[in-house]
């Protein structure tokens, strides 16, 4: 079936730890997105690649890191400098830039980190 | 940036009953999408409706360009239609989408 992986699905980290959130996508999409929800907010966004080797900041990007070395992988480096980096963060994909006409974004089922 | 608004932030139901969630924004759109977030977290897409009327079975979403809203209609609620309910917006100017909070219905037996 065609979609997007995120793993693991529960991940506990130590403060001080970094961590990698993967996320693969088999539907043939250029453009992947990283995602962090909070309780009562609205998904608010990490990082974005819309092409292989290339990635740009979202609005909340201090505190994490992205590579976008294959068009089907896009994992989500969660570092120590995260102050708070306890959230539900989804990954998403679309066929191509979302300012063109039709192009729909896709989610994964996410992935829940909790700093302990 | 443009701002998303959804209303009302919760919404319990009887089932059988119908419902309208509204999603207003603040900047004419390029891209609007309506989701369902399902209890283990996963949004899975409803709508993709920047302008005009859709329907799918018993949900059907319409979005007045001019008058920057867009409506997503439930009828006959069944129990399985409990969740969030979020719309996102995005406005042809830089590629993101901007997500409201959404809407929180229960849907009761």
């Known amino acids: 079936d065609g979609g997007i992986t995120q793993s693991p699905k529960y991940l506990f980290r130590k403060e001080g730890q970094n961590v990698t959130l993967s996320c693969e996508q088999n539907l043939n999409h250029d453009a992947m997105y990283w995602y962090r929800q909070d309780p009562g907010q609205g998904l608010r966004l990490i990082y974005y690649?819309?092409?292989?080797?290339?990635?740009q900041k979202g609005d909340i990007a201090e505190g994490y890191s992205v590579s976008r070395e294959k068009k089907e992988s896009f994992p989500l480096t969660v570092t120590s400098a995260q102050k708070n980096p306890t959230a539900f963060y989804l990954c998403?994909?679309?066929?191509?830039?979302?300012?063109?006409?039709?192009?729909?974004?896709?989610f994964g089922e996410g992935s829940w980190l909790t700093v302990v | 940036g443009i701002q998303v608004e959804q209303s009302p932030p919760d919404l319990i139901l009887q089932e059988g009953a119908n419902s309208t969630l509204r999603c207003n924004f603040s900047d004419s759109v390029n891209n609007l999408q309506w989701f369902h977030q399902n209890p283990w977290g996963q949004l899975i897409n409803l709508f993709y409706i920047p302008s005009g009327t859709k329907q799918n079975g018993r949900l059907s979403a319409t979005t007045v360009a001019t008058e920057r809203y867009s409506l997503l209609y439930i009828s006959s609620s069944q129990t399985t239609d409990s969740g969030v309910y979020v719309c996102a917006a995005e406005t042809g100017a830089n590629s993101k989408l901007t997500f409201g909070k959404g809407i929180t219905l229960s849907v009761r037996p």
């Open positions: 998403a994909s679309s066929i191509g830039d979302l300012i063109l006409a039709g192009n729909t974004i896709y």
């Open positions: 690649s819309q092409i292989v080797n290339d990635f």
